[in-house]
């Protein structure tokens, strides 16, 4: 697990820690960690909580950016090798 899907696994987990049912009472705790449901978290957070929690959730949202981020630069790099790869496969075949 990469540092920033660690981070936004542990703001996840905080979340649930310190609103709990109070807030969260419609989300799982023991739901995998996406950002598309860290996301969903991190609204309930503004929608429903006090300054702390939307100071949380912006936390959230910054980690669920970085995620994404990271998975794309990850994406973009794989298919540039296989890019790459077939590239070189096909002139040594010609």
Same mark, same amino acid.
């Given at each position: 697990?990469?540092?920033?899907? +660690?981070?936004?696994?542990?703001?996840?987990?905080?979340?649930?820690?310190?609103?709990?049912t109070? =807030?969260?009472?419609?989300?799982?705790a023991?739901?995998?960690?996406?950002?598309?449901?860290a996301?969903?978290?991190?609204?309930?957070?503004?929608?429903?909580?006090?300054?702390?929690?939307?100071? =949380?959730?912006? +936390?959230?949202?910054?980690?669920c950016? +970085?995620?994404? +981020?990271?998975?794309?630069?990850?994406?973009?790099?794989?298919?540039?090798?296989?890019?790459?790869?077939?590239?070189?496969?096909?002139?040594?075949?010609?």
């Amino acid at each position: 697990m990469s540092d920033t899907a +660690e981070r936004l696994a542990r703001l996840y987990g905080e979340a649930f820690a310190r609103y709990g049912t109070a =807030l969260l009472w419609s989300k799982r705790a023991d739901a995998p960690v996406t950002p598309a449901g860290a996301a969903v978290v991190a609204r309930t957070l503004r929608r429903e909580g006090d300054h702390a929690a939307w100071a =949380l959730a912006r +936390e959230i949202d910054a980690a669920c950016a +970085e995620v994404v +981020e990271a998975a794309a630069s990850r994406d973009a790099a794989d298919g540039s090798a296989k890019e790459g790869a077939a590239a070189a496969g096909g002139s040594a075949l010609a």
